[in-house]
């Protein structure tokens, strides 16, 4: 299951590139020169804001549920997930992934990948990975993704 930005590193960069800019813009706005103190302190705190609700909306988790029927759970989901407008793109592999397993390791489960363009329900593009295991079934993507689809499978 691949890893996306965490929290610290999606707050930082909505804060840092919130902050510049509105920096600039507040310095222009207030006829203020860059070295003056004061649109880089409006600025941190537009940055802090945005960074807040950004990183609430936008940041990578993984959510685990415990599976009776893997194909029934499967076939559920997919479900849920066209019905947001992702549709399947296949099995992701890693990029450093071995060209041939190693004999005595343990069969890995596929990771499956789902991906929203922009214009497909939403503002955003988007990717959601699924993995279904006997016990459990682990999906990853954006955390306000995963709050829709927690919604729809509780529903």
């Known amino acids: 299951m691949p890893n996306g930005p965490g929290f610290r590193l999606t707050f930082a960069y909505y804060f840092s590139a ?14 203020l020169d860059l070295a003056s103190p004061l649109p880089y302190e409006l600025g941190a705190l537009a940055g802090l804001s945005v960074a807040i609700v950004g990183t609430y909306f ?4 993984t959510v685990e549920w415990p599976v009776t029927s893997p194909k029934r759970f ?8 066209r019905d947001l407008g992702f549709s399947p793109q296949g099995v992701w592999e890693p990029a450093d992934a071995p ?6 390791a343990a069969p890995k489960l596929p990771v499956l990948l789902y991906q929203r363009s922009a214009s497909n329900l939403g503002w955003t593009a ?5 993995q279904i295991g006997p016990q459990s079934a682990k999906v990853m ?15």
Do not use: H, M
Not at 18 to 31: E, G, I, M, N, V
């Open 126 to 130: 988007s990717q959601v990975y699924v």
């Open 58 to 61: 936008n940041r990578n988790q």
């Open 99 to 104: 060209a041939a397993p190693e004999p005595d």
């Open 18 to 31: 919130t902050l510049l800019l509105s920096a600039y813009l507040f310095s222009r706005l207030l006829k």
């Open 74 to 81: 499967g076939n559920r989901l997919d479900q849920v997930l």
């Open 141 to 155: 993507g954006r955390a306000i993704v995963l709050g829709q689809i927690r919604q729809r499978l509780e529903a």
